[in-house]
């Protein structure tokens, strides 16, 4: 109980779900949207207020200035969260129109607009309420997660500053927060690193974790580093490698992995998820 407390401490995802809404967005986006994030797609009947005690029942006199958004179209479907490979369709679904009523609470005035999903979740996320105006340009794509991947080692420095654990194994790797696939992974990881020591985790935005051009990644999109101490890299390995391929074989992950282009190296297979290195 203990550690689960600290690594809820240290900003995990369990941490998330307690406060219930993403941090580093300018409207207060509750972490049930986290498929709209996810799929560049709310849906008609999604409300959106950019002051988070909006959510809570509203009592008395609405205070000036308290506005929401009220998704009328598309339609509500099953979303599918899209990958970082799926790069026409993250492109098409952030183009796509939507049509939202824009709303002032104390007044009741609504105005409705046309615009695309990437300027709405633009708005949510960057707080220009220019990005609601129809003829305003398409705001850009964000870049994918698997770019900070690419970019790990920049993160190395900022954990290094704020880790306890001195002596040991870490495990850097990239948390897409919006994604139930990559949460779900993360905290199998978590609990299987937790079983081997006194694990300890720290989450960093992408900013502090310094990886270049953070500004241009969704905030949802995260490094978490999960520490061991007192173990090395090869007691370290089996238990990924586990947590990874779900108890297949050796010969059978490393071949996983290379019909998705790696080599047979167990290493070079772990390096497609995080960065693994002892440390001390």
Do not use: C
Request: hydrophobic share 40%.
């Amino acid at each position: 109980m203990a550690r689960d407390q600290e690594r809820r401490a240290e900003g995990s995802s369990r941490g998330l779900l307690e406060r219930g809404f993403f941090d580093g967005f300018a409207w207060s986006i509750p972490v049930a949207f986290a498929p709209a994030i996810a799929a560049f797609r709310f849906e008609q009947g999604d409300v959106l207020y950019r002051d988070r005690a909006a959510y809570d029942p509203l009592e008395g006199r609405i205070p000036r200035g308290l506005r929401a958004i009220q998704v009328l179209h598309p339609a509500r479907t099953g979303r599918s969260a899209l990958s970082d490979s799926d790069g026409d369709r993250r492109l098409s679904s952030w183009q796509s129109e939507i049509n939202v009523d824009l709303i002032d609470l104390a007044s009741g005035r609504h105005d409705s607009r046309v615009i695309s999903q990437g300027q709405l979740l633009t708005t949510l996320w960057r707080g220009d309420e220019g990005w609601l105006e129809p003829g305003r340009g398409e705001p850009p794509l964000p870049l994918p997660a698997r770019v900070v991947h690419q970019r790990l080692e920049q993160a190395r420095a900022a954990f290094d500053a704020r880790q306890r654990t001195k002596r040991g194994v870490r495990f850097l790797f990239v948390v897409d927060l919006a994604s139930d696939a990559s949460r779900i992974k993360a905290r199998n990881i978590e609990d299987a690193l937790g079983e081997a020591g006194d694990l300890e985790s720290i989450e960093l935005p992408l900013d502090e974790a310094g990886i270049e051009e953070a500004e241009h990644f969704l905030p949802t999109v995260v490094v978490r580093a999960l520490l061991v101490p007192g173990r090395t890299s090869g007691e370290i390995l089996p238990i990924l490698r586990m947590s990874l391929y779900g108890g297949r074989s050796d010969e059978e992950a490393t071949s996983a992995d290379s019909e998705e282009g790696s080599t047979v190296s167990d290493r070079f297979s772990i390096g497609r998820h995080g960065l693994l290195e002892e440390i001390g």
